[in-house]
């Protein structure tokens, strides 16, 4: 993409997430969500960020795919195993990267 | 607008209740700042991005996606998705901010966040008499913006100076994990993770990234489903 495709790209991104943020102060003022959007908005956390995790650390890096000389399969299931037990982000962005460059070093 | 003591007062409190979140937005925002120059932008691009999406999440997806040479549309379409909670904060605070002048509601409504948007209506909860939530809100919301902006243009200009080999990238998909243990709370959203993740795992060699759409759509899906399924709150 050239320079000016990416700001346009950022800024209908922006936009989009401005009507957002905008929609219900704005635009309906005293409404409610609908209870079926509020149903489905529950779960796009949840689906969309194991999404994008897994395919990033399996087929992320220099040695893709389901196997010992991947480093980010061993560093990604430290982290997950980190961030499950102690629930902070910080340790766990601290403690994958730090296992991975490691496993890089070692190789 | 006569801006009275308790207006200030309240200014600070929102900015004494964020301050605690700070150490982890910091390097959040580093990492959006490192990841655009990661998926090969220049840092005036990741800056760009934090001014004009402001949304850690979907600006940390779009730099993902432009790594993968994913189309625009497909990133157009999954920052969507990944920002339409916003909606939903929206509503929750439309009762503290219609009755302001667009004037007020629009810069406010830009500075949604995750964290300004929890505080206040945590707040408005607890003290249902205040009427000074605007000011509150200024004051968390502010900080944010400021903090979040500061971290982004440093990590975009340090990571024009990091050498590849250091795969700074690998901390996106860390900063997910971290935040996806906060989204599964229960067996519908577990349903939903496994999902999502397994059919974008299984979609990963489609074009243009089309698996984390598929991923992201199934897995919202399954969650719906399975909360029919288990009878949460329909019993």
Redesign the interface.
């Given at each position: 993409?050239s320079?000016w495709?990416?700001?346009a790209?950022?800024?209908?991104?922006?936009a989009?997430?401005?009507a957002?943020?905008?929609?219900?102060?704005?635009w309906?003022?005293?409404?409610?969500?609908p209870a079926r959007?509020?149903?489905?908005?529950?779960?796009?956390?949840?689906?969309?960020?194991?999404?994008?995790?897994?395919?990033?650390?399996?087929?992320?890096?220099d040695a893709p795919g389901f196997h010992l000389d991947n480093p980010?399969l061993l560093?990604?299931a430290v982290?997950?195993l980190i961030?499950?037990t102690t629930?902070?982000?910080?340790g766990?962005?601290v403690a994958?990267?730090v296992l991975?460059?490691l496993l890089?070093a070692w190789a | 607008m006569k801006v009275e003591a308790s207006s200030r007062a309240a200014f600070w409190e929102g900015v004494r209740m964020i301050a605690p979140m700070l150490p982890g937005i910091f390097p959040f925002g580093l990492t959006a700042g490192v990841a655009a120059v990661d998926a090969g932008l220049a840092p005036a691009h990741g800056i760009g991005a934090s001014i004009l999406i402001y949304a850690g999440a979907s600006q940390l997806v779009v730099m993902q996606l432009i790594g993968d040479g994913a189309l625009p549309m497909i990133m157009v379409l999954t920052a969507y998705v990944v920002n339409l909670r916003f909606a939903m904060y929206s509503a929750g605070l439309a009762p503290h901010f219609s009755h302001l002048p667009r004037r007020w509601q629009w810069p406010l409504a830009y500075m949604i966040t995750d964290q300004a948007y929890t505080l206040t209506v945590l707040r408005a909860e607890q003290h249902p008499s205040r009427t000074d939530a605007v000011p509150f809100y200024l004051g968390a919301a502010g900080v944010m913006w400021l903090v979040w902006q500061i971290a982004t243009a440093i990590g975009a200009f340090v990571g024009a100076l990091v050498p590849s080999s250091w795969s700074l990238g690998f901390a996106v998909p860390l900063i997910f994990m971290g935040m996806l243990v906060l989204a599964v709370n229960d067996k519908p959203t577990m349903v939903a993770a496994v999902v999502g993740g397994a059919v974008a795992l299984l979609g990963h060699a489609l074009p243009m990234n089309l698996g984390l759409f598929l991923g992201a759509v199934a897995g919202i899906a399954a969650g719906v489903l399975a909360e029919w399924r288990l009878g949460r709150g329909k019993a």
């Open positions: 993409m320079a495709q990416i700001w790209m950022l800024a209908l991104i922006g989009g997430t401005f957002l943020r905008l929609s219900f102060i704005h309906f003022s005293g409404r409610e969500v959007l509020r149903q489905v908005l529950r779960y796009v956390p949840a689906a969309v960020l194991p999404a994008l995790v897994l395919p990033a650390i399996v087929y992320g890096g980010r560093a990604g982290a997950a961030a499950f629930r902070n982000l910080l766990t962005l994958g990267m991975l460059w890089q | -």
